[in-house]
């Protein structure tokens, strides 16, 4: 019979850090430029794929670089810094290339339709905006907006991870790095598979919540990002219990 | 018909049927997999595939009603999230059917899981995030719990049980579940993705989930062949061919069927009939 209550207890922090991690998942995909299908056509500003797409390249090498550095270190802070790293190259390379694309391919300018001025550079936008267009290619502003999300997100990836894995760790009778240093630690898979479930769905709630589409936070729609954020909270706690008694009753 | 963002899918089956199908369609052929997995060799695992195909026609239906309504971004990431609730709550159910020394008690309990998860996401999208889809809560839990039998029902097509042990070894430890993650989902989204516009017809569709179900039947028989034995892999792979091949045909008949004409291109020109 498994002991839930003393599971939980037991877990109370890693419980926490599982929901921690997948605030800022949610919170992170609100930063980063998604143009979806009209940005793919160069119709508006962004990279041209959906959300869940971008969430999950950035995201999930986050998780890679996160467990890789686990098998060097048991630090939380160098496993986060790696994760946070490791999204963050992987997003400025998607936006550099989609932005060489637009540029030498396309033959549009950077211009966003929804600002005036970039917050950034003070560049004026509404010049280059092509008629009939929500603007294309990536802003400057846009470009860090996205850095600065990926981050969050591969730090948000890479926390819940580490936390699945410190929960198996006691049941285990092993620290991280013995666990990301054995081949084929059945923790492993199962912690990692359950990340990959808790990011995919915290990578889907903000996407209904920005309609799709958004630029970065200079967008309008980045004023919506409580709500995603309190719906990842319900839902990654519900769903790190469920983790908490998979993972610690092995 | 029914078009992204054109409000409620109109139907020929009710959803009540597809629901009672994926259901009990889905608990029969894991069971059956299950308790039958000591005759012949294990070759009836592939019943927990054919359970399997019976949640994707469900899970199909579920998001064809959800996505025509418009869900402001693509139809493939409400595939990844039910996936995403499957895989947390099949992997618990599976763990507390064992921990509690219950194992056939796994499915059940991974469906009510799944099912909590999922209404929690209903509710909080329309109440929260203002989706307001009024299908939303119900769709959502379909989904959630049509996930999550596909994926018990693919490990169990390549492993011939759903033991917590056994799953977790010869499919999670060896990275298989990725596998069913992605061919289980594209099984669940894409045949509306495929499908929407104003032809987009429910039968055209459930055709196109039995067909992708097929596929994923089929990959999970490859893996059986290593898992379990090369007589268990070959029969689902065999069966696996078979609906695929008659899902592809009575989708393309359809096809035929909603198309205003279907014409044969040719092959290209060559370059002397083009100047």
């Known amino acids: 019979m498994i002991d839930i209550a003393g599971l939980i207890a037991e877990n109370i922090i890693y419980l926490l850090l599982i929901t921690l991690g997948g605030v800022l ?48 270190t048991d630090n939380i802070l160098l496993v986060l810094a790696s994760g946070t790293v490791g999204a963050m190259i992987m997003i400025t390379v998607t936006m550099i290339v989609a932005n060489w694309v637009y540029f030498y391919g396309v033959g549009c300018p950077a211009a966003s339709a929804k600002v005036k001025y970039d917050p950034i550079t003070k560049d004026r936008q509404d010049l280059y905006i092509s008629q009939g267009t929500e603007g294309h290619a990536l802003t400057t502003v846009s470009f860090i907006s996205g850095a600065i999300g990926a981050g969050f997100g591969g ?37 990692s598979i359950f990340a990959v479930g808790i990011f995919f769905m915290n990578a889907v709630i903000p996407s209904y919540n920005i309609g799709g589409t958004i630029e970065g936070f200079h967008d309008p729609k980045f004023k919506r990002w409580p709500r995603a954020a309190l719906t990842s909270l319900v839902v990654t706690f519900l769903c790190a219990i469920l983790a908490v008694v998979t993972l610690g009753g092995m | 018909m029914s078009a992204g963002g054109s409000g409620e899918a109109h139907a020929a089956i009710p959803e009540n049927q597809l629901i009672a199908f994926g259901i009990i369609g889905g608990l029969v052929g894991i069971y059956a997999a299950f308790f ?44 990844m999230l039910a996936l995403g609730m499957g895989v947390v709550a099949a992997m618990f159910g599976l763990a507390v059917g064992e921990g509690i020394g219950l194992d056939i008690a796994g499915p059940v309990i991974a469906l009510v899981v799944a099912s909590i998860i999922g209404l929690v996401i209903g509710i909080f999208s329309n109440k929260v995030l203002k ?57 669940l989204l894409h045949p509306f993705n495929a499908n929407l516009g104003p032809d987009e017809k429910q039968d ?10 097929a ?32 899902g592809f045909m009575g989708f393309y008949s359809r096809v035929k069927r909603d198309a205003y004409k279907v014409v044969g291109t040719g092959l290209l020109p060559s370059e002397e009939e083009l100047e």
């Open chain 1, 25 to 72: 998942i949610s919170v992170s995909v609100h930063f980063v430029p998604v143009g979806g299908a009209p940005a793919a056509m160069a119709q508006a500003c962004g990279i041209g794929t959906g959300t869940v797409q971008l969430a999950a390249g950035a995201g999930l090498t986050g998780l890679v670089t996160a467990g890789a550095m686990m098998g060097v």
């Open chain 1, 155 to 191: 730090m948000g990836g890479g926390l819940v991870y580490y936390a699945l894995l410190k929960i198996g760790e006691v049941a285990a009778g092993l620290t991280v790095k013995d666990i990301m240093s054995t081949t084929g630690h059945e923790l492993v898979g199962l912690a």
């Open chain 2, 36 to 79: 039958l997995s000591n005759v012949a060799g294990g070759v009836f695992s592939f019943m927990g595939a054919l359970g399997a195909i019976c949640a994707t026609i469900w899970g199909a239906d579920a998001v064809r009603r959800v996505a025509s309504y418009g869900l402001g971004t693509g139809v493939p990431s409400i595939g």
């Open chain 2, 131 to 187: 989706m307001n889809i009024p299908v939303m809560e119900q769709t959502m839990t379909e989904i959630a719990a049509s996930g999550t039998i596909l994926i018990i029902g693919l490990s169990v097509a390549m492993t011939g049980t759903f033991v917590f042990d056994v799953v977790l070894d010869n499919v999670i430890t060896t990275g298989y579940i990725a596998v069913i993650f992605i061919a289980g989902g594209m099984a």
């Open chain 2, 204 to 213: 055209r569709t459930l055709y196109s989930a039995l067909e992708k179900g």
């Open chain 2, 215 to 246: 596929i994923a039947m089929v990959i999970a028989g490859i893996v059986a062949l290593s898992a379990q034995n090369a007589s268990a892999g070959m029969v689902t792979i065999l069966v696996g061919i078979f609906i695929w091949y008659f």
